[in-house]
């Protein structure tokens, strides 16, 4: 990581996180869900976004709640697996997050620029319970590389942006209306971002993904 002559403000944050049960949770709304995501940022401007991660509904299981908003630098990476509703009780939320984040309030006050230039994506995939959209306005430049794979069985989402605008990001992973939905994600940036993001979610075994 490059490191600017100068700076009088340098935020490091590690968070691990580590929650797990064995026990049997009476709930009927149960439904067997996992989640793996790899994310990397970084960004220059405006940040602000937010994920939940639970692996029950109510007072059950874990709950998980990750945030960062305000203007600055951020240089942020997180992984997480999320294991839910299964018939033996079993709930796991595994999480780590590492990040700096530098404070420059000054810089970014006015807007990035007034272009109608705009480019958006929706995937959705209704037998796994996942769904994932970006969309992209007031561009000075996009390179976007964006992969969906879907079946019946799985759901992965590969993501990789470089975008001078804004850019806004949200995902969801919900099995069925009667399942608790275990992630929700929607973060909104303006200003240079550097994304990278893996999310899989379904009936696969977790960790088939490399780390971006």
Request: charged share 15%; net charge negative.
């Amino acid at each position: 990581m490059k490191w600017w002559p100068g700076l009088s403000v340098l935020g490091l944050v590690i968070i691990s996180v580590i929650v797990s049960t064995s026990f049997l949770v009476a709930n009927v709304a149960s439904v067997p869900q996992n989640l793996t995501e790899h994310s990397w940022i970084y960004s220059q401007g405006i940040t602000d976004e937010m994920r939940i991660y639970q692996s029950e509904s109510g007072l059950h299981g874990q709950k998980l709640v990750m945030g960062t908003r305000g203007t600055g630098t951020v240089s942020r990476t997180i992984n997480t697996q999320v294991y839910g509703g299964y018939d033996d009780g079993y709930n796991e939320i595994w999480s780590n997050e590492w990040g700096v984040y530098q404070n420059r309030p000054s810089r970014y006050s006015a807007p990035i620029t007034n272009s109608e230039l705009k480019n958006a994506l929706c995937a959705k995939n209704y037998e796994v319970g996942s769904v994932y959209s970006e969309s992209y306005s007031g561009l000075v430049e996009l390179i976007k590389d964006t992969s969906v794979a879907e079946t019946d069985n799985k759901s992965v989402y590969n993501i990789h942006s470089e975008v001078e605008g804004t850019a806004r990001v949200g995902a969801r992973v919900q099995k069925s209306s009667a399942a608790v939905p275990i992630y929700v994600m929607s973060g909104a940036y303006s200003g240079y971002l550097n994304m990278r993001m893996s999310l899989e979610s379904g009936n696969a075994s977790l960790l088939s993904l490399p780390c971006p």
